[in-house]
């Protein structure tokens, strides 16, 4: 039984939703799109001004993302390494006071029983960070009793102290693009709930219409999937500056980029030739001789994703 392949992104219903247009545009008065909007109060002008204003948030929406990743991955780069620093410090200092494990709290440190608890979340673990490294530079009466411990390990505090407010710095931006992205999402979604209402009921309103001769489907920029043992969509990730081999791919289905990062995609095995580039929410409609996609993911920090038809 045949299938109606939808996509899955703002860009991808907006092109949908022009296919449509377009063809009902051109049959005019012989639309058989006519009477299905009219008994359905559906106005297809305002569906497609939905459809491009989910896009333009879309294109916010997926930069800002990408923004945030590359901020949280350079703030746990350069972060990571301190919080390794300031747990030899406070294991360090749970040995120095023996005797009385207490005293570590004054260093900032939470110490439950005998054991120390680590916060969780950066910005607790920055705070500690900063507790420990203004009592040791301000230790009164000097010198601190940290300095023999840094200096036998080679530990600069001072360096420590940039890379954790460069990673403070970090954070800031990527939660500021995180919270930005998760607000252009909401709005994409608002517009799109439309979008996708009359995009589900037109399509198979038309392949019911045009039950006899599916291929018609194909003049509105509809896809369908009429193969023997029917198809599914898988998704995926790549890892950065990955390459990955998709197989089975459907001829005629769709492979989007759902990630925030630009893919590179070649047909075949190899990553060899000039790629068809995909930017986030793009989608190709997939070719013959592209059963097998090899796919590339162009960022170095960024986690990628996509997702594809394939052939039960």
């Known amino acids: 039984m045949s299938r109606i392949i939808l996509p899955t992104t703002a860009l991808g219903w907006q092109l949908l939703i022009k296919g449509i247009k377009a063809k009902h545009v051109a049959d005019g008065a012989a639309s058989p799109l006519n009477v299905f909007h009219t008994e359905n109060g559906f106005d297809i002008d305002a569906i497609e001004a939905k459809a491009v204003s989910a896009v333009a948030h879309e294109a916010i929406f997926f930069p800002a993302g990408l923004n945030a990743e590359e901020n949280f991955a350079e703030r746990n780069k350069l972060f990571n390494p301190v919080f390794k620093i300031v747990k030899k410090i406070a294991q360090f200092l749970k040995k120095l006071f023996a005797n009385n494990v207490a005293k570590v709290g004054e260093w900032g440190v939470t110490i439950n029983g005998n054991k120390i608890a680590y916060p969780n979340g950066f910005l607790p673990k920055k705070q500690l960070f900063d507790r420990i490294n203004t009592k040791h530079t301000t230790f009164a009466p ?171």
């Open 142 to 312: 000097p010198p601190s009793p940290l300095v023999g411990f840094l200096t036998e390990n080679l530990i600069n505090m001072a360096q420590s102290k940039t890379d954790a407010d460069a990673a403070e710095v970090q954070n800031t931006s990527g939660t500021a693009n995180k919270n930005l992205k998760e607000q252009e999402k909401e709005l994409r979604e608002n517009d799109l709930k439309d979008v996708k209402n009359y995009g589900k009921k037109a399509t198979q309103y038309l392949k019911k219409h045009h039950e006899s001769s599916p291929k018609k489907l194909g003049q509105y920029t509809i896809r369908v999937d009429d193969s023997p043992r029917g198809s599914r969509r898988r998704k995926s990730k790549i890892n950065p500056g990955a390459q990955k081999t998709a197989t089975g791919c459907l001829i005629g289905g769709l492979f989007i980029n759902d990630g925030f990062t630009e893919l590179n995609i070649f047909k075949g095995k190899l990553a060899q030739g000039t790629p068809i580039v995909l930017r986030p929410g793009e989608q190709f409609g997939i070719l013959e001789g592209y059963s097998t996609i090899t796919v590339v993911n162009t960022s170095a920090t960024v986690k990628g994703s996509y997702s594809f038809d394939i052939n039960l």
